[in-house]
């Protein structure tokens, strides 16, 4: 009796200390709001009031005042009206873009999976070739671009169609074709394909400059990913004997489906966001002109809600077959 009851007034007396110990994942939290807490004060503070002056703007209609300054008439959904029913050329460009973004998406993310592939194989120079493949996105961005797209020459010859006699038409692309659609025809005779395979071909070739160009990033975010797989998975599926076409699509693919689901969104983003993106062009234009500048703002929400819609539509798509590997 004695040594139960020194028993039950010892842990009656001694109890545990209460300390407040804060988790591993709270203290990562809280240095990940730290981590982002200049772009939420930049975001707040100078871009929040800049976009809802934007959505001000694209509902009014600016008049001029004599002395300076300006009024600012709430029109409605007027400059919507006009970016819809009154510019046929903002409707046909924007058509345009995304039957370019349908074509060009899926040739620019399965070139740089393919290139991928290739440069993560051990070989020599393996270092010299990523960097060769990466210097056209650093070639192609800030001034180069600029300078690129204000290109005279390079104008010229893309609207050329007659080298022999001098002419110049306004055929776009003509000049710098690769392989015509004749030649495709062609190589295709003997196989039964329809001409809207041989068209999409012919444009994917003749513009290989370009995709090769829109392709780094991807190629450095599928490395990324295919270095990320362990090499233990690759020795079993050699050892039970299975081929290299086997194992690419058994477990290399689905391992970096979550990248391709990343590549595939930012491809579609920077095509749209693209200096060389005609949408982009033409509403730059309708802004030089007169009275254009709540008009091209009109035009420039709907398509960032355009951009939006694409996107939710392709993620709502690849989602669904896209293989997330536990980490248990």
Do not use: H
Not at 102 to 113: Q, R
């Amino acid at each position: 009796m004695d040594k139960a009851k020194r028993r039950g007034t010892a842990k009656d007396t001694i109890a545990p200390p209460k300390k407040s110990v804060q988790s591993l994942n709270k203290k990562k939290a809280r240095l990940g709001w730290l981590f982002v807490a200049p772009f939420l004060l930049g975001f707040f503070l100078i871009y929040l009031p800049m976009i809802v002056d934007s959505i001000y703007f694209s509902f009014v209609k600016i008049e001029p005042v004599r002395g300076g300054g300006y009024n600012a008439i709430w029109v409605g959904l007027e400059n919507y009206s006009y970016a819809f029913f009154e510019n046929v050329d903002f409707t046909q460009t924007l058509i345009g873009s995304i039957k370019d973004l349908i074509f060009n998406i899926p040739a620019i993310v399965i070139f740089s999976l393919f290139m991928a592939v290739l440069l993560n194989q051990k070989m020599k120079g393996r270092a010299f070739f990523r960097a060769i493949f990466f210097i056209p996105v650093i070639v192609s961005t800030g001034i180069i671009e600029s300078i690129d797209l204000q290109n005279i020459l390079a104008e010229a010859q893309s609207t050329m169609s007659d080298f022999t006699s001098g002419t110049m038409t306004s055929t776009a692309n003509v000049g710098t074709q690769i392989v015509s659609m004749m030649d495709m025809q062609r190589f295709f005779s003997g196989m039964k394909v329809g001409n809207e395979l041989v068209g999409y071909v012919t444009g994917i070739v003749n513009s290989v400059y370009s995709i090769i160009n829109k392709s780094g990033v991807q190629m450095l975010i599928f490395l990324a990913g295919l270095q990320s797989i362990s090499p233990a998975i690759y020795e079993s599926c050699k050892i039970e004997g299975a081929s290299s076409w086997e194992i690419f699509w058994k477990i290399t693919f689905p391992m970096i489906s979550p990248m391709i689901f990343v590549n595939t969104v930012y491809t579609v983003i920077d095509s749209f966001t693209s200096q060389s993106n005609s949408v982009i062009r033409f509403i730059n234009n309708v802004y030089s002109s007169a009275g254009g500048n709540v008009r091209s703002t009109a035009m420039s929400w709907v398509y960032f809600l355009l951009v939006l819609m694409i996107l939710a539509l392709v993620a709502g798509i690849l989602s669904a077959y896209i293989f997330y590997q536990r980490r248990d």
